[in-house]
């Protein structure tokens, strides 16, 4: 699973958007280290603050499928959008260091990061281990 595969397994992802109140598709597609891939798209409600980001639902759905461990992830939106701080928070859990791709609709990728650089200073369980 190369880097364009799993920006494609984003978009179509994203096309399984549930967004009639943003209309704003946003598509996920987590690489665990098994090589499964886990995707996810945003799924709105009608009470907005219930609603839930794609990366978010593609990790929920990679733990509950049994896998913890993870090496990237491709995100998928129009123009291109970054994980929301909700997101690289809940990423932090099980891989800190993950690299996060962001691409258009097009599947032309915006960014690289790691995460340890879009969320600094990050608060984890080895700082309740101290
Ligand atoms: N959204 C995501 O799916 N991921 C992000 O990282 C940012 C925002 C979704 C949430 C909502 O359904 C829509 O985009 C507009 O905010």
């Given amino acids: 699973m190369d880097q364009a595969e799993l920006i494609t397994a984003a978009l179509e992802a ?24 886990y995707s996810g798209c945003n799924v709105e409600n009608a009470s907005y603050g219930l609603s839930n980001c794609a990366e978010r639902t593609a990790v929920f759905s990679a733990v509950s499928e049994g896998e913890v461990t993870f090496e990237m992830i491709a995100i998928v939106a129009e123009g291109g959008a970054a994980p929301c701080g909700a997101c690289r928070q809940v990423l932090y859990e099980f891989a800190p260091e993950i690299m996060v791709l962001v691409a258009d609709t097009e599947e032309s990728l915006r960014s690289t990061s790691s995460l340890k650089d879009l969320l600094p200073q990050a608060f984890g369980s080895e700082v309740k281990k101290r």
Avoid: D, I, T
Wanted: hydrophobic share 40%; proline share 4%; charged share 20%.
């Fill in 14 to 37: 994203s096309r399984r958007a549930y967004a009639p109140y943003s209309k704003f598709r946003v598509g996920a597609a987590l690489l665990g280290n098994s090589g499964k891939v």
